[in-house]
């Protein structure tokens, strides 16, 4: 598997985390349908969540130092993704504590985390010398 197919199961692999902790009825309904009914609980959802929010932000670091880009702008995408893991990551866990404004804070994040992933998607070199 090559590291931009492992950057972006990570980045859907957050992104369903997080909407199972939202509670968003169509993902809770398709994981109880096949069996993982037990993973809907806050307490494996959050180290999850945190897990291939990790997984991404390792490949994104990983993609960004492989490309020649330059040095001022080499790690711009990175920088945003982690951005916006933190809020979402801040989000999810205000959201376990009841707070209302937390569910915007966990989109927004997802939204920052998902726009780095597509800049440095769109940033690569387009050779295919590894093909």
């Known amino acids: 598997m090559n590291d931009q197919t492992k950057q972006y199961v990570g980045l859907i692999g957050s992104a369903i985390a997080a909407a ?3 509670g968003l009825p169509i993902v809770l309904s398709a994981l ?3 069996g993982l009914g037990f993973l809907i609980h806050d307490a494996i959802l959050i180290p999850l969540f945190m897990v291939f929010v990790g997984v ?3 490949m994104l670091h990983c993609s960004v130092n492989n490309q020649a880009l330059s040095k001022t702008g080499a790690f711009s995408p990175f920088k945003l993704a982690s951005i916006g893991a933190v809020i979402s990551v801040l989000g999810l866990v205000l959201s376990v504590a009841g707070v209302a404004f937390a569910t915007a804070l966990i989109y927004v994040g997802l939204a ?3 726009g780095a992933n597509v800049w440095d998607y769109n940033s690569q070199p387009d050779d295919c010398s590894k093909c």
């Open 20 to 22: 199972c902790c939202l």
């Open 32 to 34: 109880t349908a096949i």
């Open 56 to 58: 991404n932000l390792w």
């Open 112 to 114: 920052i985390f998902f």
